[in-house]
């Protein structure tokens, strides 16, 4: 709090706050908490236009899509859901230019990483095939790789729910 996280516009302290808040929201599930990540998130996509920022605004917006279509507030799940999408094709922009910098190996996977949730996001088949063979071939640590795969599948059930939801 002393780092004013309601207020700042440091796109790492936004970043920080966002992750509390999300790991809040899946300990508690209090729409509170995810509403603080979203907005934490979206303030740093704004300021860096980053692809962390971005990658993780996109998720959460989509489970605030599906919370809103659980209620029946269809218009709101909507919204929210339009709105990863578009995010996520900004990512996939910032992070492949990303990619053109040297850096780490496991900086480049987390960029990599990305990129393949991005393309599991927006359903190109091309783009999760190419970043996942990409990511699974870079040597970095199990866990990194292990936190992505489930990541993925939480990306995965959550827009396989959304999808029989605006369909009802």
């Not at 599930?29 to 934490?40: F, T, Y």
């Not at 990129?115 to 996001?121: F, K, Q, S, Y």
Request: glycine share 8%; proline share 2%.
């Amino acid at each position: 709090e002393p780092l004013l996280p309601m207020t700042t516009n440091d796109p790492e302290t936004l970043g920080l706050w966002g992750a509390i808040h999300k790991r809040l929201w899946e300990l508690k599930r209090q729409e509170a908490d995810l509403n603080e990540s979203i907005g934490a998130y979206e303030r740093g996509f704004s300021v860096k236009q980053d692809y962390y920022n971005g990658i993780n605004l996109a998720f959460l917006l989509d489970l605030r899509g599906l919370q809103a279509l659980k209620v029946g507030q269809r218009d709101e799940g909507v919204a929210d859901t339009v709105l990863a999408r578009r995010i996520r094709r900004d990512v996939i922009r910032y992070a492949e230019q990303a990619l053109a910098h040297e850096m780490t190996n496991e900086k480049r996977y987390w960029v990599i990483a990305t990129l393949w949730e991005a393309a599991v996001g927006l359903d190109d088949n091309g783009g999760i095939q190419k970043w996942e063979a990409e990511a699974r071939a870079l040597k970095v640590p199990a866990w990194m790789v292990e936190t992505t795969v489930r990541q993925i599948g939480s990306v995965q059930a959550t827009l396989v729910d959304i999808a029989q939801r605006r369909v009802q």
